[in-house]
C-alpha cells in the first residue's frame, strides 16, 4: 500500500453548507484512512521554483490514504 495526500482544492465553502456526505466518505475508506486532515485557511502551492499559487480556488484542505493506486479512493 502506498501513502497519498490529497489536497481539496475548492471555492471556500459557506459556513451553513451541509457536509454530510463528508464522513459516509471517510467511513467508507475505513482503515484506507490515515489521517482526515485538516481545513485550511487562505492555503497556496509552493512550486520547485519557489513561486507560489495564489488564485480563487487555492488549497482549502488535505487528507491521507493508503491505497494499493490512485483510484482506490473515488467514490
Known amino acids: 500500500m502506498k501513502k497519498f495526500l490529497l489536497l481539496y482544492q475548492r471555492p471556500a465553502t459557506a459556513?451553513?453548507?451541509?457536509?454530510?456526505?463528508?464522513?459516509?466518505?471517510f467511513h467508507k475508506l475505513g482503515d484506507q484512512m490515515v489521517?482526515?486532515?485538516?481545513?485550511?485557511a487562505h492555503g497556496?502551492?509552493?512550486?520547485?521554483?519557489?513561486?507560489?499559487g495564489d488564485s480563487a480556488t487555492s488549497l482549502n484542505g488535505f487528507s491521507i490514504i493508503q491505497a494499493g493506486d490512485r483510484a482506490a479512493h473515488r467514490g
Do not use: F, K, V
Open 15 to 25: 459556513p451553513d453548507a451541509s457536509h454530510e456526505r463528508w464522513p459516509q466518505w
Open 44 to 52: 497556496h502551492s509552493l512550486r520547485g521554483d519557489g513561486s507560489t
Open 35 to 40: 489521517d482526515r486532515g485538516l481545513l485550511m
